[in-house]
Each structure stands twice: as C-alpha cells, then as structure tokens.
C-alpha cells in the first residue's frame, strides 16, 4: 500500500465508522495524469449513492488538512466496493456467509486449486465451504484469491 494510502487510511477509518459504516479499503493511483484517491466503503444492506456522497463531505475537509499530495491537486472518490469485489478481511467472509464464492488457491487441496462453492463458516482463520455436497475446510492463508461467484 503506498503511504498516501496509509495516511489517507488511518485519516478516514474513524470517520466512516462514525456514521455506522467500514472503510473497505483506499486506492491510490493515476488517472489520466491525475493523482486520485479511491475510498470504498460499505455496510450491512450496502450502500447507495447518498451514503457515498455523505462520506465525501465528512472526509473532504479532513483530507485538504492531510494534503496527502503535498499541494499537487487529486480527485477524491467514495465508493462501493462493487458485488465482485475480493475478499480480503475475515468480515468480508463472514459477510458472505451462505453465499456462492469463486475461491484461488495457491496449491491444490483434494486435488483442485479452484472452487465455486457455498461459503458456510468462517472460524477463525479458516472458512468451510460447500462443494456439491462436500465439506471443504480452507485456511486463509492457503486462499491466493476469492471474491462472490456472479452467476448470469
């Protein structure tokens, strides 16, 4: 994570929690030439656009004081973090309890480094999933990616 994220991210982490919602994570990166900053941010049931707009005001004069681009102008963005955004924390598994996941491994278990199964426990640092009726334990650190499975 680069340092405009850090500090950005310990900047808005309290504040967001504040109005009842987790900071999901902070993105830093150049569009266009232009320096921007990416708050994405959610809550149970989601969130919507007045939530996003919320949060930009509550952070906006905060982060005019950080000056996380020392004088050089940004665009600052609040977001969803999207229905197939990556899993990353343990409550981002628990969130997803019940739900069907697309889960990377880096090494095979029971013979497949690939699965599209129910997600139903996380315990710790393991998840337990449903594989067409067979229980799989995973623990996080085995897990190179996962992310809910979008079926169309």
Same mark, same amino acid.
């Given at each position: 994570?680069?340092?405009?994220? =850090?500090?950005? =991210?310990?900047?808005?982490?309290?504040?967001? #929690?504040?109005?009842?919602?987790?900071?999901?994570?902070? =993105?830093?990166?150049?569009?266009?030439?232009?320096?921007?900053?990416?708050?994405?941010?959610?809550? +149970?049931?989601?969130?919507?656009?007045?939530?996003?707009?919320?949060?930009?005001?509550?952070?906006?004069?905060?982060?005019? =004081?950080?000056?996380?681009?020392?004088?050089?102008?940004?665009?600052?963005?609040?977001?969803?973090?999207?229905?197939?955004?990556?899993?990353?924390?343990?409550?981002?598994? +628990?969130? !997803?309890?019940?739900? !069907?996941?697309?889960?990377?491994?880096?090494?095979?278990?029971?013979?497949? !480094?690939?699965?599209? #199964?129910?997600?139903?426990?996380?315990?710790?640092?393991?998840?337990?999933?449903?594989?067409?009726?067979?229980?799989?334990?995973?623990?996080?650190?085995?897990? #190179?990616?996962? !992310?809910?499975?979008? +079926?169309?």
């Amino acid at each position: 994570m680069s340092k405009i994220a =850090e500090a950005t =991210e310990q900047l808005v982490r309290p504040i967001i #929690a504040l109005h009842g919602m987790e900071l999901v994570e902070v =993105e830093y990166k150049r569009l266009y030439g232009t320096p921007t900053i990416t708050v994405y941010i959610d809550k +149970e049931g989601g969130v919507d656009l007045d939530d996003c707009e919320l949060i930009h005001r509550a952070i906006d004069g905060p982060m005019d =004081e950080l000056d996380p681009t020392n004088g050089q102008p940004y665009n600052l963005n609040v977001s969803s973090p999207g229905l197939d955004r990556p899993l990353k924390t343990l409550r981002d598994y +628990e969130r !997803k309890i019940g739900v !069907k996941i697309e889960v990377s491994l880096y090494a095979p278990v029971e013979g497949k !480094k690939r699965f599209v #199964a129910t997600l139903t426990a996380v315990d710790g640092e393991e998840i337990t999933i449903d594989d067409n009726g067979k229980t799989v334990k995973l623990q996080l650190q085995q897990i #190179a990616a996962a !992310k809910p499975y979008i +079926e169309f």
